[in-house]
C-alpha cells in the first residue's frame, strides 16, 4: 500500500513538473528550452506597431520560434557563433536593443502633457495664419509660350483645358490647374509674390519665372486661413513634440560623451 501512494506522488509530482515546464517554455528542443516568453516579447513588438496578433496566427509564431532555436543549435555546432563576423552583428543589434530600450524609457518617463501640446497647437496655428488663396496655374518651358498661352487666355481660351494640354506640371495639370487651398508661403518667393498681388478671379498678364520655369497664376479665391480644430490634430503635434524632446535628449547625450 505504501508502494503504491509513493508511486502516485511520484507520478503526480512528475506531472505537475511537466505542467510547469510547459507552461514556461513554447517547447524543449534537444534539451533547450525555448521560453513562451520570447512569443509574448513578439507579440508586444507587433502590438506596438499597431498590428496585433490574433490567435489563429500565434501557432504560427511558435513553429517560427522553435525553428529558429533548431537552426541556431546547429549553427553553433558548426561553430559560426565563434566567427569575427557574428560577433560584430550581435554586438551591433545589442548597442541598437539598448538604444531602443533607452529612449522607450526617456519616453515614458517624459509623457506630452495636454498643456503642451495644446500650446504647441497655438503656435502653429498663430504662425500659418493670415490669407489661404485658392489658386490655378499653367507651368511652361518658355516665357514665349507662357505669353502666348496669356494671350489665348485672354481671347476666351479656356484656363483649365489649356493647363490639362500644356501644364509642365503634371498634378495640378491634370486637374485644369488646380493647386487648391494653400498659405502663401507654401510656394517659392517668386510664385507667391505674384499671386498675393492678384484679387479673386484675377490672373497674371505676364509669365512669372521660378526655377521650375513660367507660371500663368490665377487666384480663383481668397479666405482667412482655417486652422483645424486641435482634436483632429493632436496626435500629430504630440509625435511632434515628443521627437524633439527625444532629439534633445539625444543631443545631451552626445554633447556629455567624451569621444577621444
Do not use: C
Not at 506597431?49 to 509564431?61: K, M, S, W
Not at 557574428?86 to 519616453?107: H, I, S, T
Not at 490669407?131 to 516665357?143: D, G, Q
Not at 476666351?156 to 491634370?174: I, N, R, T, V, W
Amino acid at each position: 500500500m505504501k508502494k503504491q501512494l509513493l508511486s502516485a506522488l511520484v507520478a503526480t509530482a512528475a506531472l505537475g513538473m511537466s505542467t510547469a515546464v510547459l507552461a514556461q517554455n513554447l517547447a524543449v528542443v534537444n534539451g533547450k528550452p525555448v521560453p513562451a516568453s520570447l512569443l509574448s516579447t513578439i507579440k508586444q513588438q507587433f502590438e506596438q506597431n499597431g498590428r496585433p496578433v490574433p490567435p489563429e496566427q500565434e501557432a504560427q509564431l511558435k513553429d517560427a520560434l522553435i525553428e529558429r532555436e533548431i537552426y541556431a543549435q546547429e549553427a553553433r555546432k558548426q561553430g559560426l557563433d565563434a566567427t569575427e563576423s557574428f560577433k560584430n552583428q550581435v554586438e551591433l543589434n545589442r548597442q541598437g536593443l539598448l538604444a531602443q530600450e533607452l529612449f522607450a524609457k526617456y519616453e515614458k518617463s517624459h509623457p506630452i502633457t495636454d498643456e503642451a501640446a495644446k500650446a504647441e497647437y497655438n503656435k502653429l496655428v498663430a504662425a500659418n495664419s493670415g490669407k489661404e488663396y485658392h489658386a490655378a496655374h499653367i507651368l511652361v518651358e518658355s516665357e514665349d509660350k507662357a505669353k502666348a498661352l496669356i494671350a489665348q487666355i485672354k481671347k476666351g481660351g479656356k484656363f483649365a483645358d489649356l493647363a490639362k494640354k500644356e501644364s509642365k506640371d503634371p498634378g495640378s495639370g491634370q486637374r485644369g490647374g488646380d493647386l487648391d487651398w494653400a498659405n502663401a508661403s507654401s510656394y517659392v518667393p517668386e510664385f507667391s509674390e505674384a499671386m498675393t498681388k492678384l484679387k479673386k478671379g484675377e490672373m497674371t498678364s505676364q509669365p512669372v519665372k521660378t526655377q521650375f520655369g513660367y507660371h500663368i497664376i490665377r487666384v480663383d479665391d481668397i479666405r482667412e486661413a482655417q486652422a483645424p480644430k486641435f482634436e483632429d490634430v493632436k496626435p500629430q503635434v504630440v509625435q511632434k513634440l515628443r521627437q524633439e524632446s527625444l532629439q534633445k535628449y539625444q543631443q545631451e547625450l552626445r554633447e556629455k560623451a567624451k569621444v577621444e
